[in-house]
């Protein structure tokens, strides 16, 4: 069935320098994509969310791109902060269904 | 604004128990309800959606169920709780096409 992954289960950054977090859907119809931080213990937090007929949208510090050639999403983070640390999800949906599909998680790590 | 709630916030049950956990939703009317497990260090599991009172769709086949007996609360029960049943359980809110927004979640071990 239709899945959505991430390529990298954890991912460590230099506090200050900027993050790359990736994800691959497997759905061409897809027309939805939102992005979620998650910290220990508590519920996803929305970030950013992009259309298909978008490629790239900015958020505060936050950049999602959507390639839909390659069916890949991606996350950027400028600056990371240490309150950047958390486990990162995308997940995808699309029209006519009320479900949402969510990836495996990142783990982003802000080292001092 | 809008605001989504669940209780309780830990659980700790025997195998074989019966189980109740509410989400209620403050601050919009109609909305969709989901409820997912995440088990530790994985992604998120969805178990349960509506769309309206009543309206209950099941993605997983489980000795868990759900109601919605209100537009904004979504319950999910279970008569027999399995060691499996443990988990990180989280309920969420959106409108058809726009973002999903989470409760706090409640975290439920059985033993």
């Known amino acids: 069935g239709e899945s959505v992954g991430l390529h990298l289960p954890t991912l460590s950054v230099q506090e200050g320098d900027n993050s790359i977090i990736n994800c691959a859907y497997s759905?061409?119809?897809?027309?939805?994509f939102i992005w979620y931080k998650q910290e220990s213990g508590k519920g996803p937090q929305f970030i950013i969310d992009i259309r298909s007929n978008m490629d790239k949208r900015q958020g505060q510090r936050v950049t999602v791109l959507l390639n839909k050639t390659v069916k890949h999403l991606s996350l950027q983070i400028a600056a990371t902060q240490p309150g950047d640390s958390a486990v990162y999800f995308c997940a995808e949906s699309f029209s006519g269904t009320y479900k949402y599909i969510f990836g495996t998680g990142t783990r982003l790590k802000v080292l001092a | 604004s809008q605001t989504i709630h669940q209780w309780p916030a830990t659980l700790v049950q025997p195998v074989g128990s019966p189980l109740s956990l509410e989400c209620t939703v403050e601050g919009t009317s109609n909305p969709n309800l989901y409820w997912y497990r995440q088990a530790a260090g994985r992604g998120l599991q969805l178990l349960f959606y509506s769309v309206g009172i009543g309206q209950i769709s099941s993605e997983v086949p489980q000795n868990l169920s759900a109601s919605r007996p209100q537009d904004r609360q979504f319950i999910l029960s279970s008569k027999k709780l399995l060691l499996s049943d443990s988990g990180f359980y989280l309920c969420?809110?959106?409108?058809?096409?726009?973002?999903?927004?989470f409760g706090p979640g409640t975290r439920l071990t059985v033993l």
């Open positions: 969420a809110w959106s409108f058809t096409g726009s973002e999903q927004f």
């Open positions: 759905n061409s119809a897809s027309d939805y």
